[in-house]
């Protein structure tokens, strides 16, 4: 099974909203990725948790809040979004051993849009 | 930082025509190269992957090649069919940028005509 399961499918929020986006896998997988998407572009990077602990991050705004509960669990929370924030949010997982790139499963995203 | 160019950005072919994929990076340390299937509305479904120790790797209808010295990859599409239609990402990861990172062509938009 390589499924990566995320909700909401669907999200609106206003600008002064506080809501959370979830993602979860049971592949035994310790590498997990926030990436967000605009329409007819590439999935860009936001977050890489490893083994449960940040270890990248891009340069993504604070409104902006990864949180990894549990070896199978991703969240990210997001506070004070911008319209421009609206996208496709997309969590990923992978396998992670040293210095090996390893198969990157996506789940299905979240299409926020911030009003 | 590691690059990908894709090309083309859009691809029409008749429905049993075969259709190619190009794409090249720029970091000669990159080593792991997958190859993603987007439908609209969905998130990217991983098709296809090689590795810098292998110039060629083939499942049903795909395949994909590697040339190294080039440093260019490609994705090639047999015997297409409707369900094919679809935006293709290429992908590089495992050189500068580490492990972990993907770092993604474009895209091409695909098209199967009946």
């Known amino acids: 099974d390589t499924e990566v399961t995320q909700t909401p499918k669907h999200l609106v929020m206003g600008m002064t909203n506080k809501k959370s986006l979830k993602c979860e896998q049971h592949m035994g997988h310790r590498a997990m990725y926030w990436y967000k998407q605009k329409a007819k572009k590439p999935p860009e990077l936001m977050f890489v948790?490893?083994?449960?602990?940040?270890?990248i991050n891009e340069s993504v705004p604070s409104r902006f809040s990864p949180e990894c509960p549990n070896s199978s669990l991703l969240n990210l929370h997001l506070h004070a979004l911008q319209p421009e924030d609206s996208a496709l949010y997309l969590c990923?997982?992978?396998?992670?051993?040293?210095?090996?790139?390893?198969?990157?499963?996506f789940g299905p995203g979240t299409r926020l849009t911030v009003t | 930082g590691e690059n990908v160019e894709q090309h083309p950005s859009t691809l029409s072919v008749q429905e049993g025509d075969s259709a190619v994929i190009k794409c090249t990076y720029s970091?000669?340390?990159?080593?792991?190269f997958p190859w993603y299937k987007q439908e609209l509305g969905k998130g990217p479904q991983l098709i296809i992957d090689i590795r810098s120790n292998v110039g060629e790797k083939k499942d049903q209808r795909i395949a994909v090649t590697l040339n190294k010295t080039a440093k260019h990859f490609s994705l090639h599409i047999t015997e297409t069919q409707p369900e094919d239609s679809a935006v293709y990402f290429c992908a590089s990861s495992g050189g500068i940028q580490g492990a972990q990172k993907l770092v993604f062509g474009q895209g091409t938009r695909l098209t199967i005509n009946p």
């Open positions: 970091d000669s340390a990159s080593n792991y």
């Open positions: 948790y490893s083994y449960e602990k940040l270890s």
């Open positions: 990923a997982s992978s396998l992670l051993l040293a210095g090996t790139s390893y198969e990157q499963y």
